[in-house]
């Protein structure tokens, strides 16, 4: 009796120190994943808000010489731009209450659909290409590539002045790439802002490549690289 009581002491001890083991473990994948979704919902909001802002800003700048020009033209702008932050408001709420709002459009749509807006409202010439056969991305990845392409307009247009941006979107069958070019003044020593590391660091987590290749008076131009061996 005492081997077996000694026995079953030692598997409780043994069971014990595993539960130890397994409580830390948790704690630690718990502190991870809200690190996680912190980040995620910070960069969320930063892709968002700096992309409402943009186009609030430059519809406003342009907005005393539009009403000396046109008073009628001037009210229909104040309104776009009252519904443009109304929009931006209700981006921001889906952001937070981390809902996608890209799920019922496809990747084209969806950067179809943000063009147009970025366009009505920066009065930025904004072309698309595609170019291969539209393979089905699945929401994590659409979601990101969506906010790095918002974020590479955003970029050109409050930081580089750009007046034109080319997008390229290339689905190949090992890969998606995008490509994002403009015309804006750029610069010889580039410093990422959180914008721009954000950026780097959704590309990342779908096993992505991003680069920035700038030159001073001569744009930027801004490459992600996905892998697509599988359904991204």
């Given at each position: 009796?005492?081997?077996?009581?000694?026995?079953?002491?030692?598997?409780?001890?043994?069971?014990?120190?595993?539960n130890?083991?397994?409580?830390?473990?948790?704690?630690?994948?718990?502190?991870?994943?809200?690190?996680?979704e912190?980040?995620?919902?910070?960069?969320?909001?930063?892709?968002?808000?700096?992309?409402?802002?943009?186009s609030?800003i430059?519809?406003l700048?342009?907005?005393?010489?539009?009403?000396?020009?046109d008073q009628?033209?001037?009210?229909?702008?104040i309104?776009e731009?009252s519904?443009?932050?109304?929009?931006?408001l209700?981006?921001?709420?889906?952001?937070i209450?981390?809902m996608?709002p890209?799920s019922?459009r496809?990747l084209?749509?969806?950067?179809?659909e943000?063009?147009a807006?970025?366009m009505?409202?920066?009065?930025?010439d904004i072309?698309l290409n595609?170019e291969?056969?539209?393979t089905?991305?699945?929401?994590?990845a659409?979601?990101?590539?969506?906010?790095c392409i918002?974020?590479?307009?955003?970029?050109?247009?409050?930081?580089g002045?750009?007046t034109?941006?080319k997008?390229?979107?290339?689905?190949?069958?090992?890969?998606?790439?995008v490509l994002?070019?403009?015309?804006?003044?750029?610069c010889n020593?580039?410093?990422?802002?959180?914008?721009?590391?954000s950026?780097?660091?959704?590309?990342?987590a779908?096993?992505?490549?991003v680069?920035?290749?700038s030159?001073l008076?001569?744009?930027?131009?801004i490459?992600?690289?996905?892998?697509?061996?599988?359904?991204v």
């Amino acid at each position: 009796m005492t081997i077996v009581n000694k026995a079953n002491k030692e598997l409780i001890a043994s069971i014990e120190e595993k539960n130890k083991d397994l409580e830390y473990y948790s704690k630690k994948i718990e502190e991870l994943t809200i690190k996680e979704e912190r980040n995620r919902v910070s960069q969320d909001l930063h892709d968002t808000v700096g992309h409402i802002f943009t186009s609030v800003i430059t519809s406003l700048d342009a907005l005393p010489f539009l009403y000396r020009a046109d008073q009628k033209e001037a009210e229909k702008s104040i309104k776009e731009i009252s519904d443009l932050t109304r929009n931006g408001l209700n981006d921001v709420r889906k952001t937070i209450h981390q809902m996608s709002p890209t799920s019922h459009r496809t990747l084209v749509e969806s950067v179809t659909e943000l063009i147009a807006d970025f366009m009505k409202h920066t009065a930025t010439d904004i072309q698309l290409n595609v170019e291969g056969e539209a393979t089905k991305v699945n929401e994590r990845a659409k979601f990101a590539i969506i906010r790095c392409i918002q974020e590479g307009l955003t970029n050109a247009k409050r930081h580089g002045q750009a007046t034109c941006i080319k997008i390229n979107i290339s689905f190949k069958q090992e890969e998606l790439i995008v490509l994002i070019d403009d015309n804006g003044n750029g610069c010889n020593e580039l410093n990422l802002g959180f914008g721009l590391r954000s950026m780097k660091d959704r590309i990342s987590a779908l096993a992505g490549t991003v680069n920035f290749d700038s030159k001073l008076n001569n744009g930027m131009r801004i490459t992600c690289n996905i892998p697509m061996a599988k359904e991204v």
